[in-house]
C-alpha cells in the first residue's frame, strides 16, 4: 500500500470492475467478495488475484521446459540468472538438485518444482507463487530431504519492497494459491524433548525421557529456563548421542530443576534438513509463508527468521477501526507459517503442519486463519507476539504437543487493542502481549502442549468473534456478541445451544461454543499460565456436562507481568489480567477445572491460583492441586462454583467475596466447597470478605451462600452491630431502584443503620441476614464464622478484624524497613521512624487504591487504641481533616507518606478510601 492509499483504492476498484472467480474450498467468491468479505465473512486484503497480478505472463523472463534446473537444456534459453522471473509451465517438472547462486526476482510454478532429496539444494528468491495447478515438493512424507543433504529456499533482500508493483506490500515469501499442492518434508527428527533428569548448572549431558530420533554432532539445541523473570534458556550443541543421554560441547550455566521431581525441564531441537528463510534481518524486508490452499503437508522443516507483521506495533490496515498514524506499512497476514482462508470443513482431512520449528518472528510463528489445520509437535522459538494463533474464531483442527518457547511481546494487557468505536489504535489486535498460544476459536483441540518463557500467559482463550468484514460496532465491541460466525456443523456437545435462538443462517456466535478439548497442557517460566476471556459470558446455565473443560493443566515458576513502561502488573491489576496467575477468569461462564496442578516456585513476589475478575459465573473446580501461591482460588462473584476434592495448601486457600454484583440479572454466588485436603502452612482454608459497593440488590440478596463441607458459612459483615454504609455519600451513586423489589425503602434510608436495625426496619441485612445465634469463630476460616462453631477473636493484639469495602484481602506486619507495602507489591519500606517500628500494621492489597466510597477500611479493635495512617505526602484527603499530623513520615519507594494519628475507641470504627491518590494508604496502631 502507497503512503497515501490510493493503491490500494485502485486495486480495489478494478477488481470490483472485473469480477474475477475465485473457488475456494467451501464455496466460490468474486474477487470483490474476497476482498471485502464473502458471505462466510471473510475478509483478505491479500487475496489471490493479487498474487496472481505479480507473476503475470508478461512479466516472465525465463520459462522452464523441464529437467534439472541447473541444466540450460531444462529452459528455453540460458539457465536463469540474478533477476529472473521464472515460470514452470503447467505438466512441467523441473527439480532442483544442486546449490545456486543466481538471485531469482521471482518463481512462478505452474506444473511442478521439486528438489532432490539427497543432494544439498538452495533457491534465493524473493517471491515463490505456487498457482492453483502447481505443486511444489520440498521433500515428500515418502522421500524426505536427507540430513546430509539439506534443502534451502531463502527469500533474499534486494531493498525495500516495490510498492509500484505491489501496493498490498504480500510478496517477498512463499505464496500457495487456492487448488495448488505443497509438500515439504524432512527427515524425521525429535522435535523437542523432556528430561529425565533435571539439568544442573556445570552439566555437560542431558539425559532424556526417551532416546531422541535423528539428533547428532553439531546440532543446535536449546534447553529451556524455569525462571519466569529472567531469560536462562541456554542453547547448546550436540556433541554426541547414546542413547538417551546427549552430550553437549560445553557446560550448562543455570540450573532447569523444576519445583517437583514429577515435572519436567524441557529441550528443544532446532536445526532440519529443509529451512525456509529470509535473508533480511530487518523486520520490514523478511520474507513469511502464506498457504492458501488446502492441499498442504509440512514436516520436519525449518522456518527461520520469517515473518513481516510486527506485533510490537498496531496493524495499518484493520477492517475496523482506526490505527494510529503509521511511520511505515504494517499490513497483518504476514506470517512466518501461515494458513489464510483455506476452509473449515470439518469433513475434509486438515491440512498437516508437523515436527516443525519457527525460529525467531517479529509477529506471530504458526497461524490458522478461517482453516482446518493440524499443527503437531512443532516448536516456536524466540516469536514476538504469539506462537501459535487461532485467529478469528472460526478456525478448527489441533494444536497437539507443541513447544512454544519465549516470547518478549508488548506487555500490553490480553484486552490491549480490543476494537472500540472511535478509539484509535483499537482495532481487534491481539496476540501481541507475549504468549505461547493465543486461541480466538474454541473449535481447535488443544492438547498435550508446552509453553514457556513468555512475557505474559502460556495460553490465552480470547473467543469472542474477531470480525473479518467491516461491521456495526454495537455487534462486536462489548464483552457479549449477537454475530453469527461458527458453523453449526463444527458444533460439539452443545444441543442446547444448536436448539435457541443463537442459531443463525446456520452459524452461532463462537463465543457460545465449548472449547473443543484443552487438556494435558503445561506453562511453566511466564508472566502467567492460562487466561479464559470473553468466553460463554451471559449464557450460564446448569447443564453441566457441555460445559468447557481445563482438563489436566499445569503451571508452575509462573512469574509476573512487566507492563510496555516495565511497571510490574500485579496479580489483580485491570481485573485480574496481571502477572502471577495461574488460571485467570474473566468475562465468562461454564467452565470446568478438572484436576489442575498449579504450584507457585521460584521468587519473591506472591500471586494467585486461579483468578477472576468481577463477571464470572458457574466457574467448577475439581480435585485441584494448587500449591504455594498467596491465594489458592478466588472464587467466582456468582453463579454455582463448587470446589471440590484435591489439595490447597496457600496462604489463603479459598477467597470468597460476597456482595458486589446485583443479582437480580444473574444467579447468586454458590461456593460449596466439599472433600478438600487443606494443607497446614497457610494461614486461612477460607477468607470471607464482602464488597460493600452501591450493588445493593447483590449487597442484601438473601440467594446463594458459601459452605465449607456441608457446614453454612457467615461473613465478618453480617454481625449484627456492622454498619455497612456509615455515610450519605457512601451511597452516593445508588439509584433509587437498586434495592429492586427486596424493599419499598430507599436507599438513603439505610445510612448510618446496622444490621440488625435494617433487619428490625426493612428485613434487610448483608448477604441476607444477619449473623445467626448459632454462629461462631472458626480457626480455619478468617473473616467470618461458621454455623455451630465458637472460639475466639479473629486475630491477635489490638485489631481483632479488618474489614475492607472492597472485600479484598489484608495481612498484618511488624512495622520496619524492608517490609512490603501491599500483599502482591513489591513496594517496601525505605524509612520508618524508631517510635513507629515493630507496630502492628495493615498490608491491604494494591488494587485498594481504586476503593471509589468514601469510607474505605472498618477497624475492629481490642481496646482503645491510637490509629495511625500514613497517607500519601503529595495529596490530600478530607476525611483526614480531623486527624492529628504528627509531622512524621515514612519513607517508602512508592512515594513519601505524611503520618496521621487519632484515638480511637474499642469496637469498628470506619476509615476513609483513597481517592486522590493512587497508593494505598498505611494503617498502623499503638
Keep these: 500500500m502507497s503512503e497515501d492509499g490510493s493503491s490500494r483504492r485502485t486495486f480495489l476498484q478494478g477488481a470490483a470492475a472485473g469480477g474475477i472467480g475465485v473457488t475456494l474450498a467451501g464455496g466460490a467468491y468474486t474477487q470483490r467478495e474476497w476482498l471485502l468479505g464473502g458471505s462466510d465473512g471473510a475478509n483478505s486484503l491479500s487475496g489471490p488475484d493479487h498474487v496472481t497480478r505479480l507473476v503475470t505472463d508478461d512479466q516472465v523472463t ?24 521464472v515460470l514452470i509451465p503447467e505438466g512441467t517438472t523441473v527439480t532442483l538438485a544442486s546449490e545456486l547462486d543466481a538471485a531469482h526476482g521471482t518463481v512462478r510454478v505452474d506444473g511442478r518444482l521439486r528438489v532432490d532429496p539427497t543432494a544439498a539444494t538452495r533457491l534465493l ?64 527428527r525429535t522435535s523437542w524433548a523432556r528430561t529425565a533428569t533435571a539439568p544442573e548448572a556445570g552439566d555437560r549431558s542431558l539425559t532424556l525421557a526417551e532416546a531422541p530420533t535423528d539428533w547428532a554432532e553439531g546440532d543446535r539445541l536449546v534447553v529451556a529456563g524455569l525462571d519466569p523473570d529472567e531469560n536462562q534458556d541456554e542453547s547448546v550443541a550436540v556433541a554426541g548421542v547414546s542413547g538417551s543421554t546427549v552430550d553437549l560441547d560445553g557446560s550448562l550455566t543455570h540450573d532447569h530443576v523444576p519445583p517437583r521431581e514429577e515435572f519436567d525441564a524441557y529441550v528443544a531441537a532446532m536445526d532440519r534438513s529443509v529451512a525456509l528463510r529470509s535473508a533480511s534481518a530487518a523486520t520490514k524486508r523478511r520474507g513469511h509463508v502464506m498457504f492458501m490452499t488446502t492441499d498442504v503437508r509440512v514436516q520436519h522443516a525449518a522456518f527461520e527468521s520469517l515473518g513481516r507483521t510486527d506485533k510490537s506495533r498496531p496493524v495499518t490496515d484493520p477492517v475496523n477501526g482506526t490505527p494510529p498514524e503509521p511511520d511505515t506499512p504494517n499490513p497483518k497476514a504476514r506470517y512466518a507459517c501461515h494458513f489464510h482462508r483455506t476452509g473449515i470443513d470439518s469433513s475434509e482431512d486438515p491440512r498437516v503442519v508437523e515436527g516443525c520449528v519457527v525460529d525467531t518472528s517479529p509477529g506471530w510463528g504458526y497461524v490458522n486463519h478461517h482453516s482446518n489445520v493440524a499443527f503437531r509437535d512443532n516448536v516456536a522459538y524466540d516469536v514476538f507476539g504469539a506462537g501459535f494463533v487461532a485467529e478469528i474464531g472460526t478456525e478448527i483442527g489441533a494444536f497437539e504437543g507443541n513447544f512454544a518457547l519465549r516470547s518478549t511481546g508488548t506487555g500490553d494487557m490480553p484486552d490491549g487493542r480490543q476494537f472500540k468505536a472511535g478509539r484509535e489504535g483499537a482495532i481487534d489486535d491481539f496476540g501481541h502481549g507475549g504468549y505461547g498460544f493465543w486461541l480466538q476459536s474454541p473449535g481447535v483441540a488443544v492438547d498435550g502442549n508446552v509453553a514457556a518463557g513468555h512475557r505474559h500467559h502460556g495460553f490465552v482463550w480470547w473467543t469472542r468473534p474477531k470480525p473479518d468484514r467491516e461491521m456495526d460496532p454495537d455487534r462486536f465491541s462489548g464483552i457479549t456478541v449477537d454475530f453469527a460466525d461458527f458453523p453449526v456443523e463444527n458444533v460439539v456437545g452443545q444441543a442446547r445451544l444448536l436448539q435457541s435462538d443463537d442459531v443463525t443462517d446456520g452459524k452461532v456466535p463462537s463465543t457460545k461454543v465449548r472449547f473443543r478439548s484443552f487438556s494435558g497442557n503445561t506453562v511453566f517460566a511466564s508472566g502467567g499460565g492460562l487466561d479464559i476471556s470473553r468466553h460463554r459470558f451471559g449464557d450460564a446455565h446448569d447443564e453441566v456436562g457441555s460445559y468447557s473443560v481445563v482438563d489436566e493443566f499445569t503451571a508452575f515458576n509462573v512469574g509476573d507481568h512487566y507492563s510496555p513502561w516495565d511497571r510490574r502488573r500485579v496479580p489483580n491489576d485491570r481485573g485480574a489480567q496481571g502477572g502471577h496467575n ?73 477467597h470468597v467475596i460476597g456482595g458486589g454484583t446485583d443479582r437480580r440479572w444473574t444467579p447468586a454466588q454458590d461456593v460449596r466447597i466439599d472433600g478438600v485436603d487443606f494443607g497446614d502452612g497457610g494461614r486461612a482454608s477460607v477468607f470471607l470478605r464482602t464488597n460493600l459497593d452501591d450493588d445493593l440488590y447483590g449487597v442484601f440478596s438473601p440467594e446463594g451462600g458459601v459452605e465449607l463441607d456441608g457446614t453454612p458459612l457467615y461473613f465478618e459483615s453480617q454481625r449484627p452491630d456492622v454498619v455497612p454504609y456509615p455515610t450519605a455519600a457512601d451511597l452516593d451513586d445508588a439509584g433509587e431502584d437498586a434495592l429492586g423489589d427486596l424493599t419499598d425503602a430507599s436507599p438513603a434510608a439505610l445510612v448510618g443503620k446496622s444490621n440488625r436495625e435494617l433487619s428490625n426496619e426493612f428485613g434487610l441485612a448483608v448477604e441476607g441476614r444477619p449473623l445467626p445465634d448459632d454462629a461462631g469463630r472458626r480457626s480455619d476460616v478468617a473473616g467470618g464464622f461458621a454455623a455451630g462453631s465458637s472460639g475466639g477473636s479473629a486475630t491477635d493484639g489490638p485489631l481483632r478484624a479488618v474489614e475492607s469495602a472492597e472485600g479484598s484481602l489484608y495481612e498484618f506486619g511488624r512495622l520496619d524497613q524492608g517490609e512490603r507495602l501491599y500483599v502482591y507489591g513489591d513496594a517496601e519500606f525505605l524509612t520508618v521512624p524508631g517510635k513507629y517500628a515493630g507496630l502492628t500494621y495493615l498490608r491491604p492489597e494494591q488494587a485498594d487504591a481504586d476503593i471509589d466510597r468514601p469510607s474505605g477500611y472498618r477497624l475492629d479493635l481490642a481496646e482503645p487504641a491510637d490509629a495511625f495512617v500514613a497517607y500519601d505526602a503529595d495529596a490530600t484527603a478530607p476525611w483526614l481533616d480531623d486527624w492529628t499530623d504528627t509531622g512524621d513520615s515514612i519513607g517508602t519507594d512508592d512515594g513519601t507518606r505524611r503520618v496521621f494519628r487519632r484515638s480511637v475507641d474499642a469496637g469498628t470504627t470506619w476509615l476513609g478510601g483513597c481517592p486522590d491518590t493512587h497508593r494505598m494508604y498505611t494503617v498502623f496502631v499503638r
Excluded: C
Design 62 to 85: 525465463d520459462r522452464a521446459t523441464g529437467g534439472a534446473w541447473a541444466d540450460s537444456g531444462s529452459w528455453e534459453g540460458a539457465v536463469p540468472g540474478d533477476g529472473a522471473h
Design 125 to 188: 528468491v524473493d517471491t515463490m507463487v505456487v498457482a492453483g495447478t502447481g505443486t511444489l515438493e520440498l521433500g515428500t512424507p515418502a522421500k524426505p530431504v536427507q540430513r546430509g543433504a539439506g534443502a534451502v529456499v531463502e527469500f533474499t533482500d534486494g531493498g525495500p519492497i516495490d510498492e509500484a508493483w505491489d501496493p498490498e506490500r504480500v510478496s517477498r515469501g512463499l505464496l500457495a494459491l487456492p487448488g495448488s499442492t505443497v509438500r515439504i518434508a524432512g527427515v524425521e
Design 582 to 654: 495461574g488460571v485467570s477468569i474473566r468475562y465468562s461462564a461454564n467452565v470446568v477445572v478438572r484436576n489442575p496442578t498449579l504450584v507457585d516456585g521460584v521468587g519473591g513476589s506472591r500471586g494467585v491460583g486461579i483468578n477472576r475478575n468481577h463477571a464470572p459465573m458457574n466457574l467448577r473446580v475439581e480435585n485441584p492441586d494448587i500449591a504455594g501461591w498467596f491465594t489458592g482460588i478466588r472464587a467466582p462473584p456468582r453463579g454455582e462454583s463448587p470446589i471440590t476434592g484435591g489439595r490447597l495448601d496457600n496462604d489463603i486457600d479459598v
